[in-house]
């Protein structure tokens, strides 16, 4: 009788443990499909928006290679916010910063376009080339990178004097960046397309680059973010109730010792 019921019992777990493979089994077949999928639903993600901005660099500027580098610099500028919540600062900062960008890559494209420096530096050149006596291209070049070098200058310099920041560094970081960027811009003909372009790279840079200074200048506080995370009422709370059960224990005790 005994070994009739073992038997049984021995079937029903042999049964048992059976289906919980093929079930479990089932859940591995499962759970790798559903893996499948995410990662190609990703894969698709990645490909659209990668594929967007290599489509739009194409379109609008005339090379995937604008639209791989534009595509690259929003993606940071997006990863500012996120970077700036965590780490106490200003997300107010990004919107701002976004809004100079803007004014600044719009005036910026209008210049480039216009081929404003260009023009500028070919006029100067032609006006001093016959009391100098270089030759017309080279004194265009160094006309445009002298100007770039003092409008910069001196604009780093007025920031410099109202903020009351290092001024003399302003001042030498402009002429640097400014005769750069003069013989840079100021020697090249743009197109609309390139004009366009550059003007979004610098407005860009500039979105990710401001946000970070109007946020330092607002101030970053990680203890005021993560103060929240401390559960301050309940221990205040804790505290109080232990302070009352200690005091009850004492009067209790006092009795107790009275008796």
């Given at each position: ?111 480039f ?19 100098i ?13 002298v ?7 001196a604009?780093l ?43 979004v ?58 008796r």
């Amino acid at each position: 009788m005994k070994s009739g019921i073992g038997r049984l019992i021995a079937a029903h777990r042999e049964l048992l443990s059976a289906e919980v493979g093929r079930a479990v089994n089932e859940v591995k077949i499962i759970a790798a499909l559903i893996g499948v999928a995410v990662v190609l639903a990703l894969l698709a993600l990645i490909l659209v928006y990668v594929g967007t901005f290599l489509f739009l660099g194409e379109w609008l500027f005339g090379s995937m290679g604008w639209g791989i580098l534009h595509g690259f610099l929003l993606t940071i500028a997006f990863v500012v916010p996120i970077g700036l919540n965590l780490a106490g600062g200003s997300v107010g900062a990004w919107g701002r910063a976004f809004v100079l960008s803007v004014v600044i890559a719009v005036v910026l494209g209008l210049i480039f376009a216009w081929n404003v420096l260009r023009n500028a530096a070919v006029w100067l050149g032609q006006q001093l080339q016959p009391g100098i006596g270089i030759e017309i291209g080279f004194l265009t070049w160094l006309s445009a990178a002298v100007v770039g070098a003092l409008i910069l200058g001196a604009l780093l310099l007025i920031v410099g004097l109202v903020t009351h920041r290092a001024a003399v560094i302003l001042l030498v970081v402009g002429l640097v960046l400014g005769f750069l960027g003069g013989a840079l811009f100021g020697y090249i003909t743009f197109d609309t397309q390139g004009a366009a372009a550059i003007a979004v790279t610098i407005g860009l840079i500039l979105w990710i680059a401001l946000s970070a200074v109007l946020a330092l200048r607002a101030g970053i506080d990680p203890k005021a973010r993560y103060d929240k995370l401390v559960p301050r009422e309940s221990m205040a709370q804790l505290s109080a109730t232990r302070a009352y059960l200690e005091q009850q224990w004492q009067r209790q005790r006092k009795k107790l010792v009275g008796r």
